[in-house]
Nanobody
């Protein structure tokens, strides 16, 4: 029902910045929230950030708070993740996710119904 296309991943040196984008298409009406998760090699998928589409309320994991900023463009059905002060531990595949139904479990992967294909972010030291 909803398709997500990600872009913006790449290779960057420690201390550098990247901006990820996620474009939603299909049944984009009544989107409740969009989020970013990441998964490093050998580790489980973890929550990074989320934004509620209507209110604009944002959520961040402790590991990225103060360095990453999530934002949205409702007219373009796009969510962004500005990543600053990147470190090698930020290296992972970053996934965009969304849900069209109400839920309070903002940081749980099971809260989201649709996922992008993932984009690789590699931070070198």
């Amino acid at each position: 029902q909803v398709q997500l296309v990600e872009s913006g991943g790449g290779l960057v040196q420690a201390g550098g910045s990247l901006r990820l984008s996620c474009l939603a298409s299909g049944r984009t009406d009544n989107i409740y929230s969009m989020a970013w998760f990441r998964q490093a090699p050998g580790k489980e998928r973890e929550f990074v950030s989320a934004i509620r589409w209507g209110s604009g309320i944002t959520f961040y994991s402790d590991s990225v708070k103060g360095r990453f900023t999530i934002s949205r463009d409702n007219a373009k059905n796009t969510v962004y993740l500005q990543m600053n002060s990147l470190a090698p531990e930020d290296t992972a595949v970053y996934y965009c996710a969304t849900t069209r139904r109400f839920s309070s479990a903002t940081m749980a992967s099971g809260n989201y119904d649709y996922w992008g294909q993932g984009t690789q972010v590699t931070v070198s030291s």
